[in-house]
């Protein structure tokens, strides 16, 4: 049997039309596109204040010569005394740790003419952490009584702060997930869940007593310690 010509132009434009056909049955569909999560950034503060139940003070010996030698001899002699006295009120030897120790030449300057050395200058300054914040002013007037003529510095600390900053944080979260409640329920909206959240936290003294200096006060040394704060911050995501 013979196909005409048109016969087979016919032919070809059927296969080619269910080909096409086929190719476009097999193509896959596109997933629905989902909507964003509508949500709400809040943060949150957790503030706990605390009595200090430790201190630091700064105090040490600043000495002159005419030698480095007699310099250095007269500063070893008050700062062995001072170590003992300040010992003696009880605070552990591991507690006192020397942060500078230096020996530095006098200058004389007169115009015109180069600088002469006339002396020498120790200084040892020593750092104790005290335990018993009781006794800090009896540290301290310990210390001057033996010949400290430098405090450079008195701060209060707490020596486990971990249990805090966990009240603090949950305090934190607590206020983060109000704030969030508080603003949706202004518009007839709640809360679903918690989408993410970072925390930060700070540890806020109260500031220290700075550059002290001179011989011990026939009067005891008062302090007052005041209080800390622990304060944790958190920022929060949630949806609605």
């Known amino acids: 049997m013979k196909i005409s010509k048109k016969s087979l132009i016919l032919i070809l434009a059927l296969i080619l039309s269910i080909g096409l056909f086929g190719f476009s049955f097999a193509q896959p569909e596109e997933p629905p596109q989902k909507e964003n999560p509508r949500v709400i950034n809040v943060s949150g503060t957790g503030i706990i204040s605390v009595k200090p139940d430790m201190g630091r003070v700064n105090l040490g010996i600043v000495t002159e010569g005419v030698s480095a030698n007699e310099s250095q001899s007269k500063n070893n002699e008050i700062s062995t005394k001072i170590i003992d006295s300040i010992k003696a009120t009880g605070v552990n030897e591991e507690d006192i740790q020397t942060i500078e120790y230096s020996i530095n030449p006098i200058y004389k300057y007169e115009e015109g003419k180069p600088p002469i050395i006339t002396g020498y200058q120790t200084v040892h300054m020593l750092n104790i952490n005290v335990?018993?914040?009781?006794?800090?002013?009896?540290?301290?007037?310990?210390?001057?009584?033996?010949?400290?003529?430098?405090?450079?510095?008195?701060?209060?600390?707490?020596?486990?702060?971990?249990?805090?900053?966990?009240?603090?944080?949950?305090?934190?979260?607590?206020?983060?997930?109000?704030?969030?409640?508080?603003?949706?329920?202004?518009?007839?909206?709640?809360?679903?869940?918690?989408?993410?959240?970072?925390?930060?936290?700070?540890?806020?003294?109260?500031?220290?007593?700075?550059?002290?200096?001179?011989?011990?006060?026939?009067?005891?040394?008062?302090?007052?310690?005041?209080?800390?704060?622990?304060?944790?911050?958190?920022?929060?995501?949630?949806?609605?």
């Open 131 to 240: 335990y018993d914040i009781e006794k800090i002013g009896a540290v301290i007037d310990a210390g001057t009584t033996a010949g400290a003529n430098r405090v450079g510095g008195i701060s209060f600390g707490i020596k486990d702060t971990k249990s805090l900053e966990l009240k603090a944080l949950e305090e934190a979260v607590k206020d983060a997930r109000k704030k969030a409640d508080t603003a949706l329920a202004a518009e007839g909206e709640k809360v679903i869940k918690l989408i993410s959240m970072n925390v930060g936290n700070e540890f806020s003294p109260p500031m220290p007593i700075r550059d002290k200096q001179g011989v011990a006060s026939e009067s005891p040394t008062q302090l007052m310690p005041g209080q800390l704060q622990i304060v944790v911050t958190v920022s929060a995501t949630f949806s609605f």
